[in-house]
């Protein structure tokens, strides 16, 4: 079964200082990943998709980026925090249609 | 562009009441519907999906039929238990581009013993 995994679950970073965050997918081949971002009482809003290695789609423009390593390998990045990128951020898989997003659990990012 | 409108919350029912959700959409084609469900302190989990007109997607009690006459995929659960108490995410893909889907702002649903 296809499972995937996400990491750190929480995050407190000071401003300025740097973020990786690292999503993995097993049991699965070329999936389509994508980082969300969730903000404190709202939904989601999509930051990065990429539907093969090294292909990555910015619907964002802002101080984050993402990048696939591996086929099953899903990062995100930022040089700088700003206090506005504070949320909660989550990965996601899907296959093609019709199925729907397999998401990771989350990681709970502070900047203070 | 593609969007998802869905009823703004909290709601707020007594257990084994009758739930809706309203859920309206705008896409061009024949995009995918979807709804999920989002514990507190969690990712989200698909509740259920409707890939074409008239489809009835349905898991754990909970229904929606994708009307796209009304463009409208509306969320309902007969009777609902305190363990529904969540938020439920109404979401859209136009099975283009990606796949990438496009999420309504989320109901917060609780539900009292």
Redesign the interface.
């Known amino acids: 079964s296809q499972t995937i995994h996400q990491w750190p679950a929480t995050l407190v970073q000071p401003v300025g200082s740097p973020l990786s965050l690292e999503c993995t997918v097993e049991g699965t081949s070329n999936p389509n990943l994508y980082w969300y971002r969730q903000a404190a009482g709202r939904g989601l809003q999509l930051l990065f998709y990429s539907v093969g290695i090294g292909q990555i789609s910015s619907e964002v423009p802002q101080n984050l980026s993402a990048s696939r390593p591996q086929d099953r390998q899903f990062i995100l990045s930022s040089k700088k925090l700003l206090l506005s990128d504070s949320g909660f951020y989550l990965c996601a898989w899907r296959r093609d249609r019709p199925y729907g997003y397999t998401f990771g659990s989350g990681t709970r990012l502070t900047v203070v | 562009g593609n969007s998802v409108t869905q009823m703004e919350g909290p709601v707020t029912l007594s257990e084994e009441a009758f739930l809706t959700i309203n859920c309206t959409y705008t896409a061009t084609g024949y995009p995918?519907l979807?709804w999920?469900v989002q514990y507190p302190g969690?990712?989200?989990?698909?509740l259920l999906?409707a890939?074409k007109a008239d489809d009835k997607g349905s898991n754990k009690g909970f229904e929606a039929t994708y009307r796209k006459e009304t463009t409208s995929f509306h969320l309902e659960k007969g009777s609902v238990q305190v363990s529904d108490s969540a938020v439920y995410?109404c979401?859209l893909?136009d099975?283009t581009g990606?796949?990438?889907?496009?999420?309504?702002?989320?109901t917060r649903l609780f539900v009292k013993a």
Do not use: M, N, V
């Open positions: 995918s979807f999920y969690e990712g989200l989990q698909l999906k890939t995410f979401a893909s099975d990606g796949f990438k889907t496009i999420f309504g702002a989320g």
